[in-house]
């Protein structure tokens, strides 16, 4: 039978040892002589920017790659990971951002996955699982139905499940990559909990973020990677922002948020009037030339279905939509680009980018009868306009014709402003613009929205980031249940009134 989880013995040495890691792929040198040290009930964050080698560390540390040279400890004894069960029998559990459950199983099938237990017969014990899974839960304070399927939880309780597969299993070692990009600051909150749990137990919790707010709350002691290399390995309490920043990019960014406008706004370039949809209720606000106006919600909130409802995207029920002056009808998108609004989506791999095509064509989609002459595309034009935008936002790419999959987070996104931007629109509504990209990444993307407000573009900007919110925001709408709650002044903005807002 499965065993609960009891702590572990204290250790006189490390839980994990990296030593010397290097991992090369053609043309590029992931992580290069890379050292890495998590002691036993301590949480040691993993930071750099996108492209730095952390996800190769942690694929390695799963046995998704080998490295290629270099030595893994293991409680002090030498580990050799050559596949994920390799990792998960010597006490390695990886929570990786896009969760690897199986969603038609129950959650104690999911947790039991790989050593079901069994009765006399040799058959699958099913009340054994959902017996021993309701008992781990009950030691370790989770909340969850053993019976329940795993596809109708939500992300957070997701997590969970998958923590409570690590701890099934005896881990010493949690890997948590990314573990709060989708969750509500409730859920957070529930999270960083359970990690003191794991801490508790005698667990080493190796936390991989972007989010510099969540380091200082929760670790202990922090890597950052460069490039491949190890940078700094300093106890928090060493760090400022400032410092850790400066470790990542290897630079000094003066202001985070920057507000080279003025903040008044001029006139009204967007007007949404009593909208309504499926998901949407009365919805009610405007939005002026040379503002930014951002949009805050916890999880279900319905920003994103505003989003696509604004730019004719999604169907609307009732209401009205205008742009400079000009209704949005038909209610589609192509009326909604032919007059000036464009969406830059939260989901950029899916709903953004053609991976296979190169920066110039990414680019340039949105705008192509721009450079069409008696059905021809002109390929100089459309290359001069592209390497334009290309060298106004600098994008960081080797050449027009390389595949944009190949470019980082920050570099993509800055890619896809560029083809609506061609179009020479007038409101740019951008959902979750920094979502999965660094500090540095973010850094510019925030200059370059600030940048578009004070050329007279008006940005609408919807965001679970609380310091992007406050920090770039002119003016800030709260949402809950599908409906505006209220609209607050930046000067009057504060994380609390926000957060009474979104769960009125």
């Known amino acids: 039978m499965p065993a609960e989880p009891s702590p572990i013995a204290t250790q006189d040495g490390p839980a994990l040892e990296v030593i010397g890691i290097n991992k090369r792929f053609p043309g590029v040198v992931a992580l290069e002589d890379v050292d890495l040290t998590l002691e036993p009930g301590k949480v040691h964050a993993l930071m750099g920017e996108n492209g730095a080698g952390k996800s190769t560390l942690i694929k390695i540390l799963a046995g998704v790659y080998r490295k290629d040279s270099g030595a893994i400890r293991i409680g002090g004894m030498d580990a050799d990971l050559r596949t994920p069960r390799d990792a998960l029998r010597q006490g390695i559990k990886v929570v990786f951002q896009e969760i690897a459950l199986i969603s038609e199983f129950t959650v104690a099938e999911n947790i039991y996955l790989e050593r079901y237990p069994t009765d006399r017969l040799g058959s699958v014990d099913w009340s054994a699982i959902r017996k021993d899974a309701a008992a781990l839960f009950e030691r370790i304070g989770f909340d969850i139905d053993p019976a329940a399927k795993v596809g109708d939880l939500p992300v957070s309780q997701q997590q969970m499940v998958e923590i409570a597969r690590a701890l099934a299993h005896q881990a010493k ?47 202990d002691t922090v890597t950052v990677l460069r490039d491949g290399c190890r940078i700094s390995t300093k106890p928090i309490i060493e760090h400022t922002q400032d410092s850790l920043v400066q470790d990542m990019i290897g630079r000094h960014i003066e202001n985070l948020f920057p507000h080279s406008r003025d903040m ?13 949809t499926a998901k949407l209720t009365d919805i009610n606000f405007e939005a002026r030339a040379g503002e930014v106006l951002g949009f805050f919600g916890l999880m279900g909130a319905g920003r994103t279905e505003l989003a696509k409802a604004i730019v004719g995207f999604d169907p609307i029920h009732t209401g009205r939509i205008v742009i400079d002056g000009k209704a949005l009808l038909p209610h589609d998108t192509r009326t909604g680009v032919a007059l000036g609004i464009g969406l830059l989506s939260e989901d950029r791999k899916t709903e953004g980018l053609m991976p296979e095509l190169s920066v110039l064509h990414n680019a340039s989609l949105a705008a192509l009868r721009q450079f069409t002459i008696a059905g021809f595309v002109d390929e100089g034009r459309e290359r001069g306009a592209v390497q334009q935008f290309i060298d106004k936002f600098r994008v960081k790419t080797p050449s027009l014709h390389q595949e ?20 020479g629109l007038k409101v740019i509504v951008v959902d979750e613009p920094t979502r999965g990209i660094d500090v540095g990444a973010k850094s510019e993307i925030f200059a370059l929205l600030d940048r578009l407000a004070g050329e007279g573009l008006a940005v609408v900007m919807m965001t679970s980031e609380m310091p992007e919110l406050l920090g770039l925001s002119d003016r800030i709408a709260v949402m809950a249940g599908g409906r505006i709650t209220t609209i607050i002044n930046r000067n009057e903005a504060t994380q609390e009134a926000i957060l009474n807002a979104a769960i009125a």
């Open 173 to 219: 070692i949690v890997v948590m990559d990314e573990p709060t990009s989708s969750l509500t600051p409730k859920e957070v909150e529930l999270l960083f909990n359970v990690i003191k749990r794991l801490t508790g137990l005698g667990i080493a919790v190796l936390y991989v973020t972007h989010k510099l707010g969540e380091v200082f709350e929760i670790a």
């Open 264 to 276: 008044t706004g001029g006139a009204t370039i967007l007007s949404v009037e009593g909208l309504s």
């Open 404 to 423: 944009i999959k190949y470019l980082s987070g920050g570099n993509q996104q800055k890619v896809l402003l560029a083809r609506w931007l061609m179009r």
